[in-house]
């Protein structure tokens, strides 16, 4: 009894301080500190894009140091790895993206922000153009910014190898629009196929969802809107309940190809428990309005065309390099076989240029396009940036000392000191290391409440799968939501799903 007592007190006070820790988070957010407008000497420094690899910089960036002027089309950070689960409502879309002007407001000193797209750099003239391509536009459409430094985190765009029809007729699954154009394309397909004396063979074409792609992104999905059925539209929308079924479409012998060979085997054998039909060594020729076609490579080598009827298509074949990005290689030399993203050095400085760092997606450092990698670039830039203005300041402090060395000879042993005891930060300092990726593992959901995980563990690799994985995918993603309102919000969402159903409503 005393254990359980105590076991209780413990509980309770990890409840209040869990609690007192988010009302804390929620407090300072609404009410941020006035703050202080950086000195216009300074130099500065422009940021493209609010993604993982710039708001992670600017998380931790002393923005005091210099004047900083973020740019992106986008006003707020999105939280990818649930982004599959807003495709059926799961999870609202407003739960896991952040304005960046709340962001921004958290800061010691002011941010300036532009809702813009960066179309091209000029790394001779230091200058970005942009252009704002909002529906509401002013006098002012498109201008120029000028920068002493900058951090290009755009990111990349959806590859589709020039393949037909695919941007056409498919949905892609990269930003919260594509996340809300395939919940409505559901209930659409669900909606038609119930319609009053639709033909048998429509009916399976509209309730055949095809996803191509068996990246995470294309499994995640595929688990997400099988869940979405067997949970609630088969239940809501009882008289199609034998004719919905998803199929996934991968070009390579075998899904998740980042995964290891047992969590392969185990997603595999998952979907074909949940009815979800793989197609591997099917490689996607050409895309219609309403069809697929695939050329399979049978076992004994010999290539055969197979057609997918299709309500929804969903598009989830990896990443292709964006114009700006493609331009800005076009102009640097030294980038000339550069083909997936900018080539960038150890310390993520753009290969041929002069004070242009590059992080993310639209960077090539050797490493997997992934949030993870995104994100750790952008601290260690933050790193770099602060200390290289506490180097000039402890030069500019070095430089004063020593020029008054000997106006003031009493104290010439105190002063040889201090500049002593500075050159040893300065030394510190620029010892910097170069960056270096640690991984932590993967993590996929897989539908069915499992997930596949492999994590790095004591510098080794742990494979996990199942439904207790399941719930350290929920406590991993739920503890890396950018704050404490997102955590909450998804929190809710995992709940009202759970207890009354998703939304079947099309808006
Ligand atoms: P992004 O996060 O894509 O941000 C790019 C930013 O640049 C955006 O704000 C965009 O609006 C802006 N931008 C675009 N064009 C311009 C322009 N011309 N000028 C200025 N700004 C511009 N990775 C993981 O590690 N774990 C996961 O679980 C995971 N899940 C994912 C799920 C999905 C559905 C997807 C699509 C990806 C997932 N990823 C995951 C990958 C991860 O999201 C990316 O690797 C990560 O977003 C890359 O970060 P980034 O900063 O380079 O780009
Ligand atoms: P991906 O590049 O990982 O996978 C795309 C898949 O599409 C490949 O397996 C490829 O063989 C296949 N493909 C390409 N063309 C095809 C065609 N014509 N027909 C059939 N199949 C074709 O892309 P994904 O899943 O979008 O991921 C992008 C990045 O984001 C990756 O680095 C991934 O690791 C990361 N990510 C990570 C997640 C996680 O950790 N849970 C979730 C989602 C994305």
């Known amino acids: ?23 804390y988070g929620v407090y300072e957010d609404r009410h941020p500190e006035d703050q202080i407008v950086p000195d216009p000497s300074k130099k500065t420094l422009v940021i493209l894009g609010t993604g993982w690899g710039s708001v992670s910089l600017l998380k931790r960036l002393d923005t005091e140091n210099y004047n900083v002027i973020v740019i992106s089309p986008r006003n707020y950070f999105l939280f990818t790895p649930l982004l599959p689960s807003c495709t059926t409502g799961t999870i609202e879309h407003r739960s896991i993206m952040e304005p960046i002007r709340t962001i921004l407001r958290q800061k010691k000193a002011s941010v300036r922000f532009y809702e813009a797209e960066a179309s091209s750099i000029d790394p001779d003239r230091k200058v970005v153009r942009i252009f704002d391509n909002s529906e509401i536009r002013g006098d002012i459409t498109e201008t120029e910014v000028p920068y002493d430094m900058l951090v290009i985190g755009v990111g990349a765009e959806n590859a589709t190898f020039g393949i037909p029809g695919v941007r056409d007729h498919s949905c892609f699954l990269k930003e919260i629009g594509d996340a809300q154009r395939i919940r409505k394309r559901i209930m659409d397909c ?8 639709q033909s048998p063979e429509e009916i399976n074409r509209l309730l055949h969802m095809v996803v191509v792609g068996g990246g995470p992104t294309g499994v995640e999905f595929a688990g997400e809107l099988q869940d979405f059925f067997e949970e609630d539209i088969k239940k809501l929308v009882p008289e199609i309940a034998d004719r919905f079924r998803v199929t996934l479409i991968e070009a390579l012998p075998n899904v998740l190809p980042m995964f290891s060979k047992q969590l392969i085997d185990y997603t595999e054998s998952t979907f074909k428990e949940e009815k979800i039909d793989i197609h591997t060594k099917t490689m996607v020729k050409k895309v219609t309005d309403k069809t697929v076609e695939a050329e399979v490579t049978r076992p004994d080598g010999k290539k055969e065309t197979i057609v997918f009827p299709y309500g929804l298509l969903v598009w989830a074949t990896g990443n292709a390099v964006r114009p700006v990005i493609k331009d800005l290689i076009s102009r640097i030399p030294a980038q000339a076989n550069s083909r997936r993203g900018l080539a960038v050095n150890e310390y993520l400085v753009v290969q041929g240029t002069r ?19 995104a994100g750790q670039e952008g601290t260690f830039l933050a790193r770099l940036f602060n200390n290289m ?16 060395l000997n106006l003031q000879p ?3 042993a105190a002063v040889s000191r201090e500049i002593e005891g500075y050159e040893r930060q300065l030394r510190r300092i620029k010892d ?15 539908g069915s409440d499992k997930a596949v995980a492999d994590v790095t563990w004591f510098n080794g690799n742990v494979a996990a799968a199942g439904s207790l994985t399941y719930l350290f995918w929920r406590s991993a993603y739920i503890s890396m939501c ?8 998804v929190i809710n969402d995992w709940l009202k799903s759970k207890v009354f159903g998703r939304d079947l409503s099309r808006e």
């Not at 500019?396 to 020029?403: A, D, F, R, V, W």
Request: aromatic fraction near 14%.
């Open 389 to 404: 203005a506490m180097t000039e300041a402890l030069e500019g402090k070095i430089g004063e000392l020593s020029s008054s």
């Open 355 to 373: 004070d242009i760092w590059a992080v993310g997606d639209c960077a090539v450092a050797g490493y997997a396009p992934t949030a993870q990698v």
């Open 190 to 197: 669900v909606e038609t196929a119930a319609f009053k004396d």
């Open 410 to 412: 009493g104290n010439a």
């Open 432 to 446: 910097a290391k170069p960056f270096h990726y640690s991984h932590q593992g993967s993590l996929a959901y897989i």
């Open 1 to 23: 009894f005393r254990v359980l007592r105590w076991a209780w007190r413990l509980g309770y006070l990890s409840a209040i301080a869990g609690i007192g820790y988010i009302g």
């Open 482 to 489: 950018f704050s404490s309102r997102n955590r909450l919000l």
